[in-house]
């Protein structure tokens, strides 16, 4: 995405994001509870229209420097994130070697792969260094890409490697972190790199 456009849909999301400067902070704790009872237990899509609530909803708690818990019963399982001290709730994303699972409500680094049990962290770091591989096909410069001889054809089947690596995931390693580890996983159903859209995991 060229930083225009993504500065252009940041605009559009904040705009989305000032209805909840007219809740006070019971309404919108009490709201933020309702929302991670929905979502307790699942794996949900980032591109989900109750996701992208939910994160808006957050990233106002965040800013008010609002805890759910003082104003609302929080749902079972969602225990406070040491990062900020809102309810755990990671977002997966790609970038989960470097990264580790966002917070939702922060966007800091909610837990490092290195604190999962050691049986999910070799798993994800599997999945992770070998999805890096394959995304990585979409930055290649010149040099790299006029080696294949067909860049095109190499890109295209990078894409439909990574989307089958996002099912799998998704079929496979996340179901093992829920509710075990997480009260609820969010993914990032998408890589603009690769032109891999949310539909394309349908």
């Not at 680094?109 to 979409?138: C, F, I, N």
Request: proline share 5%; aromatic share 8%.
């Amino acid at each position: 995405m060229h930083e225009e456009d993504r500065e252009a849909l940041d605009r559009l999301w904040e705009e989305y994001r000032l209805i909840f400067d007219g809740f006070d902070d019971p309404s919108l704790a009490r709201f933020m509870a309702q929302l991670l009872g929905q979502i307790n237990g699942g794996i949900w899509r980032a591109s989900h229209p109750i996701c992208g609530l939910l994160r808006l909803a957050a990233h106002t708690c965040h800013q008010r420097g609002l805890r759910v818990g003082r104003h609302a019963r929080v749902p079972e399982g969602y225990e406070a994130a040491a990062c900020c001290g809102a309810p755990v709730l990671p977002l997966f994303t790609r970038d989960v070697l470097e990264r580790g699972f966002i917070c939702t409500f922060c966007d800091g680094t909610l837990m490092s792969l290195d604190d999962l049990p050691a049986e999910q962290k070799e798993v994800v770091g599997v999945w992770a260094r070998q999805y890096a591989e394959v995304h990585d096909v979409a930055h290649w410069d010149e040099r790299q890409r006029a080696a294949t001889g067909d860049y095109e054809e190499v890109y295209n089947r990078a894409a439909q490697q990574g989307t089958e690596m996002w099912v799998e995931l998704v079929d496979n390693i996340l179901p093992t972190l829920v509710p075990e580890i997480f009260p609820a996983v969010i993914w990032e159903d998408q890589d603009e790199c690769l032109d891999i859209r949310p539909e394309d995991l349908a």
